[in-house]
């Protein structure tokens, strides 16, 4: 987590895409717990849909931060007291500008097994999709 | 009675009212609201849901002075 800003350590916004680089940090961040013997990951990326013959090149992210910090840390505690036998829950989400196939969202659960690390990563998906004070403007 | 209430406007409701906050006086969020329709008549088609203080609202509430009200039209993440 070297590069990784503090304030990042559980989940966060970050200033443009979510960098393989950056991916491959976060991933290595559960490293440390060798209980963990499952880890769900799910990456979001700005697609190239076509509308009115226009085709998306970029979205630009904008969110309401303070409120965005809180539902997520709400929604870690949640996910927590849903699945037992998770350990660590991840969530970090683009603002600004992110190139189409570039990620804007990833989330990552790890679990001592297999069966709460994949339902709980999907929730944690459903919940970010839902609760996650964050709008976008197509950019073509 | 009426508060000074600080509104922020997020998303297609910033393009709407072409700012992205300023301050309104209100009684409750149900007058701030049409107050806010009535004065940006672009919000009318926007499903916008509100945020007090940093919580979402599910029904109406009473308004204080230096309460922070959040215009939020459908989320978008991921």
């Known amino acids: ?140 | 009675m009426k508060a000074e209430v600080r509104v922020l406007y997020f998303g297609a409701a910033q393009e709407a009212t072409g700012k992205s906050e300023e301050t309104i006086m209100a009684a409750d969020t149900a007058s701030l609201r049409n107050q806010l329709i009535s004065r940006y008549p672009a919000l009318k088609q926007i499903p916008f849901r509100m945020a007090l203080n940093r919580t979402l609202l599910k029904g109406d509430s009473g308004l204080q002075k230096s309460d922070t009200i959040a215009i939020m039209p459908p989320f978008q993440g991921g």
Not at chain 1, 51 to 71: N, Q
Not at chain 1, 75 to 96: E, K, N, P, Y
Not at chain 1, 103 to 114: E, K
Request: aromatic fraction near 6%.
């Open chain 1, 1 to 140: 987590m070297k590069n990784i800003p503090l304030q990042m350590k559980n989940s966060c916004l970050i200033k443009g895409p979510i960098t393989p680089v950056l991916i491959s940090e976060l991933m290595a961040s559960g490293n440390d717990d060798a209980g963990a013997g499952a880890v769900s990951i799910f990456i979001g990326r700005v697609r190239d849909d076509e509308t009115d013959g226009k085709r998306v090149t970029a979205i630009e992210y904008s969110a309401y931060e303070e409120m965005a910090v809180k539902e997520v840390e709400e929604v870690i505690t949640t996910v927590r007291s849903a699945f037992s036998d998770v350990r660590s829950v991840f969530i970090v989400h683009s603002l600004g500008v992110v190139m189409a196939g570039e990620a804007s969202l990833f989330i990552m659960v790890t679990s001592g097994h297999r069966d709460h690390a994949t339902r709980a990563c999907r929730h944690t998906l459903e919940m970010v999709k839902e609760r996650l004070p964050v709008w976008k403007k197509e950019l073509y």
